[in-house]
């Protein structure tokens, strides 16, 4: 090994602790990219193994009874490579005593030879034989049963039959059942047969043949199927067209690893900065030695190269850490990403590309943060190396800023030495207040995110007033539905509507499928259980025939949708024309709209009939709102209606928190590794002032000063930068948490947040910032205290 | 107030071990002025060390002040310094951060010696009698080399200690600034305090009261000053 390189090995030595620090702060980001960037590339590939290999259908057409004919006349289309019928239906499911859920019956002609969205058989019976169903594996807990239970099963208003719960299989187009909060089966014809079912196959499930990735062209080949079926007597009511190639929860994925990979760069431009700390401070201490090395033949590059070996180093030994632990991160990351998404990684392998990647950004980060620092350190001339006399005779007092701290009095003196001796190094102070900062004001953000999340929600869910929806398998009179709602002990007020689809004319330059689908409320005039929050114009008057309120979600689908346009959408088949009134802030998905029930009870609509139940309770717990539901069904069973499901608000606000929780354990694990990296600069930051002023702590011991009080007075100084970081977080905080907050919720649910901004954020982030500076100070601190005067004195 | 009996220092280095002080035996009076003189590496600033209570002896007894300074601990050490000891260094060795008054007041600070409220007024008289009270609010870097020692000698009279001891006080300053520094120790051990320098000026003969003379780690000769001398500079 040469000269140079053991000088640069030794030097590191020589300063183990601080070395250590900065090599766990740059792992720290490293890790965190790595772990990023592996995430990224498992799960693409797991999505491309799962998702795709199930083979997903391009397009599905929602006909009539679909037969051999004209699946061969599809199949002769040489734009489409696969066509398979399939039927789905919608019931009610229940296991022993548990309450009904919502269940979604998938029907396959053949298990044998599934082509399109095909399904893995985990568990049990494959296929599944008469009389049996096959459940998604995510979906035995919704059920709450498991294989070999007889579950009950109630499709429309058929009666209630059992089937056998024989095998589990893996749906990997199904959203997670948990989730959705639905079961999905599996039954084949003749078990259907069983059920009293017609055996028509009403779903046809096409696969195109060439640019599968396209969704135009995918449009285009629907659409000739379609007129195809129509050209053969078919009547084709729907054509569903999913985003191609993507799985149905993959954008959620996309925003978390975006948020993610944008963190982990953020650390590592973090980890950065220390190592500018780190050899700016060693380029100050060692300006004597690099005279020496000119004096004796060194070139400015040769000097430079050394303290760029060093740069090196560290990164090397970062990377022994932070690749170990970035791909140990990216397996805890892709697990709970890969559940939500109901697929399975079958390998953890990471690519080879991901390693060189990290190698690559692990070695050019600290170089590149070392640049500045080693070139400029590395300039100064051998007269002004030699005659320099050591870092600690830097001229405190040369600038306004030193006179005005010179100023500051009224404390004792070892304070006003903390407090001064903070400013001294102002290029280190500012990058080490930045790492700390950035900790603060995440920690903030993800505190006053979380709270105008709730704060949004808090609104609109004030805006239902009911406790309890009830949605029913079709429409009925609704006085068969008021007889069934009286009498039941603790509903404090029941309404009940008339809920349609709303479907927006397609978008121009598009095909002539579908636009956007929306629910379309028919709102009695004088309504006590919905209390609109009207962002811009009115709510519905009494009167109102052909007025309209939007939510916002659906008004930021269309520009036309402003108060005073008159817009127009079908409803069922006919094409209806709606004067816009007022736009509703309902800040979360679904679309929706809001119309007079006068509408539907015209003549020509749906006069008398509800299809949707709303209840207000007098109690809102969990037995008192099964109870209700009880004794709900047994009266609407009276009545002969339907019931499809229930849906207390308290559960569905539980649903949308468990969501929102996601966010805030984000922002809170983020500002826990900002504030780890952001202690381990204030711990190498006071190493260095340490190391700088060891011959002034000399000083203050040889004039009386206790251990203990060089100890304070160290780990005053760094209180006092990490109170100052606090100031500067407290300052930044308001604006950062709006922006994150709102570009957070604008990438995962195309909305924007009531802000709202927590007091007691800024006090507990000063409690940390005080308790955390304090800690990072305690070492550097305490081999200050134990440095004896002689050395001190004696240091150069 | 000061008596070293039997005192060696030796120090392990890698070429072997290197004897700093050989068999010192050394009595120092209250408010005599000795100066130790010696060429460079001969155990000058060694024996200033040890009579701070910087250094331990590696055997003999060092006692100062009434206290037998090996038996001390650091910290039991630093506030014994801190209240029986007042340092001059050759560098100054103020600290930047901290005006000329409050570099005065930190070892007040430190041990808790005079009230608080009294300690400005104690520093200001101290810089006065030094003579830079003008400079008392000004950073050291706004000050000259023979104000920063001023400072530096006011800073080491500020617990009222019996010993002073300066290690080359005018060794970075000019001919004429250093002779009013000498002047200043003579005037402090002229009124009580006992002042130890160790030094290279060849004629502090005139101005101290004794010179010991250090050589390869032991002592040469002492010579006292001529008597007449001593009342002259008393004066």
Redesign the interface.
């Known amino acids: 090994m040469t000269a140079p390189w053991q000088k640069a090995i030794r030097d590191f030595w020589q300063e183990s602790t601080r070395t250590v620090l900065v090599v766990l702060a740059i792992a720290i980001g490293l890790a965190a990219f790595a772990a990023v960037l592996s995430s990224y590339a498992v799960l693409t590939r797991a999505i491309n193994e799962g998702y795709l290999a199930t083979n997903p259908a391009s397009a599905t057409l929602h006909t009539d009874a679909i037969d051999d004919a004209l699946i061969s006349a599809v199949l002769a289309d040489r734009d489409v490579s696969d066509a398979e019928p399939r039927r789905t239906l919608w019931a009610r499911i229940r296991t022993g005593p548990a309450a009904w859920r919502v269940l979604g019956i998938f029907v396959v002609k053949d298990f044998g030879n599934i082509r399109l969205n095909k399904l893995v058989p985990e568990h049990g019976a494959w296929p599944p034989a008469t009389g049996e169903i096959l459940i998604e594996r995510d979906a035995f807990q919704v059920a709450r049963a498991k294989i070999g239970d007889t579950v009950t099963i109630r499709i429309g208003k058929g009666k209630e039959q059992t089937l056998h719960v024989t095998g589990g299989v893996h749906d990997v187009g199904q959203p997670q059942a948990r989730m959705e909060n639905c079961v999905y089966g599996y039954i084949t014809l003749d078990t259907l047969a069983r059920l009293g079912e017609p055996l028509d196959l009403n779903q046809l499930n096409i696969v195109v043949a060439e640019n599968r990735f396209n969704e135009k062209h995918i449009r285009s080949v629907a659409q000739d199927v379609k007129k195809l079926m129509e050209s053969r007597g078919h009547t084709v009511h729907d054509v569903d067209i999913p985003p191609p190639g993507k799985h149905p929860h993959a954008d959620l994925m996309g925003v978390m690893l975006l948020a993610m990979s944008t963190f982990g760069f953020f650390v590592l431009i973090l980890s950065g900065i220390l190592v500018v700390n780190l050899l700016m401070g060693m380029m100050a201490s060692q300006v004597r030695q690099i005279g020496v090395m000119k004096a004796i033949g060194g070139t400015r590059w040769q000097v430079a190269r050394i303290y760029f070996s060093q740069a090196l180093l560290l990164g090397i030994a970062a990377l022994c850490i932070a690749l170990p632990l970035g791909i140990l991160g990216s397996r805890a990351l892709c697990g709970p990403l890969a559940a939500l998404l109901n697929f399975d990684i079958t390998s953890f392998t990471v690519p080879l590309w991901v390693y060189l990647w990290a190698v690559a950004v692990g070695l050019v980060v600290p170089l590149l943060a070392a640049a500045w620092p080693v070139w400029k350190g590395s300039a100064i001339s051998v007269r002004e190396a030699l005659a320099d006399f050591g870092v600690s005779r830097n001229t405190f007092g040369s600038s306004v800023f030193d006179r005005m701290l010179a100023g500051i009095g009224g404390m004792s003196r070892p304070l006003l030495l903390a407090i001064r001796n903070s400013f001294r190094r102002r290029t280190r102070l500012a990058l080490t207040l930045m790492t700390l900062a950035a900790g603060g004001i995440f920690f903030m953000s993800a505190i006053n995110v979380r709270a105008s999340l709730i704060q949004t929600l808090d609104q609109w869910f004030a805006s239902k007033k009911y406790d309890l929806t009830v949605v029913f398998g079709d429409a009925y009179p609704s006085d068969k539905i008021e007889r069934a709602l009286k009498n039941i002990p603790s509903v404090v007020r029941s309404e009940s509507w008339f809920n349609a689809q709303g479907i927006l004319p397609p978008r121009p330059g598009a095909s002539t499928l579908d636009g956007e689908r929306f629910f379309v409320d028919a709102v009695p005039s004088n309504t006590k259980m919905l209390k609109l929050d009207i962002a811009e114009g009115r709510d519905l008057l009494p009167g109102d025939v052909d007025a309209i309120v939007v939510n916002t979600v659906l008004a930021a689908k269309s520009p036309e949708m402003k108060v005073g346009n008159t817009i127009s959408f079908r409803i069922g088949p006919d094409l209806t024309s709606w004067r816009v009134v007022g736009i509703a802030r309902e800040p979360f998905p679904p679309a929706g709209a809001y119309i007079p029930q006068a509408f539907m009870d015209k003549e020509q609509r749906h006069p008398g009939m509800r299809n949707t139940a709303f209840l207000a309770l007098d109690s809102t717990d969990a037995a008192s709102v099964n109870s209700v539901k009880d004794n709900l069904e047994r009266n609407l069973q009276r009545e002969g209606v339907r019931v499809l499901g229930s849906n207390a608000k308290a559960d569905m606000r539980v649903g949308v928190d468990a969501h929102m929780l996601m966010i805030y354990v984000f922002l809170v694990v983020m500002s826990g590794i900002l504030v780890v990296v952001g202690g381990l600069g204030l711990a190498t930051t006071m190493s260095l002032n340490v190391m700088e002023r060891r011959r002034e702590i000399g000083v203050i011991r040889a004039i009386g000063a206790r251990p203990s009080t060089v100890w304070l007075i160290i780990v005053t100084e760094g209180v006092a930068v990490g109170v100052l970081s606090w100031a500067l977080a407290a300052l930044a905080a308001w604006p950062v948490s709006k922006l994150l907050g709102d570009a957070l919720v604008r990438l995962a649910f195309h909305t924007k947040l009531d802000f709202s901004f927590q007091l007691q954020g800024l006090f507990i982030w000063l409690a940390v910032s005080v308790i955390f500076s304090a800690v990072a100070s305690f070492m550097p601190a305490r081999s200050a205290s134990q440095i004896t005067v002689r050395e001190a004195l004696a240091y150069e | 107030m000061i008596s070293l009996q039997r005192v060696t220092k030796t120090y392990q280095t890698p070429a072997g071990t290197f004897s700093a002080l050989r068999g010192i035996d050394l009595e120092i009076k209250a408010g005599e002025f000795v100066a130790i003189v010696g060429k460079s590496g001969s155990g000058k600033s060694t024996l200033l ?1 040890l009579l ?1 209570g ?2 331990h002896p590696s055997s003999g007894s060092v006692t100062v002040a009434g206290a037998a300074l090996q038996e001390l601990t ?2 039991q050490l ?2 014994w ?3 029986k000891v ?2 001059v ?1 050759q ?1 100054f ?1 103020l ?5 000329s008054a ?1 570099n005065v ?3 007040m ?3 808790r010696t005079f009230p ?1 409220r009294e300690r400005r007024k104690r520093a200001l008289d101290l810089l006065d009698r030094v003579g830079v009270a003008p400079q008392a ?6 000050l000259s080399g023979g104000e920063q020692q001023r400072v530096a000698i006011a ?2 009279l ?2 009222d200690p019996p010993v002073v001891l300066a290690d080359e006080p005018t060794g970075n300053l000019d001919s004429v600034t250093a002779g009013a520094v000498l002047d200043l120790l003579r005037t402090m051990a002229s009124s009580g305090t006992t002042v130890v320098i160790a030094t290279h000026e060849r004629d502090i003969t005139r101005l101290v009261d004794r010179k010991v003379e250090v050589a390869d780690g032991g002592l040469v000769a002492a010579t006292a000053s001529t008597p007449a001398a001593v009342p002259e500079a008393r004066r």
């Open positions: 060390n701070g910087i250094d650091e910290t630093a506030v310094r801190g209240r007042g340092f260094f560098f060795q600290l930047p951060t901290l005006t409050e007041m930190l070892p600070d430190f041990c608080p609010d000004k950073l050291p870097s706004a800073r080491a500020a617990n």
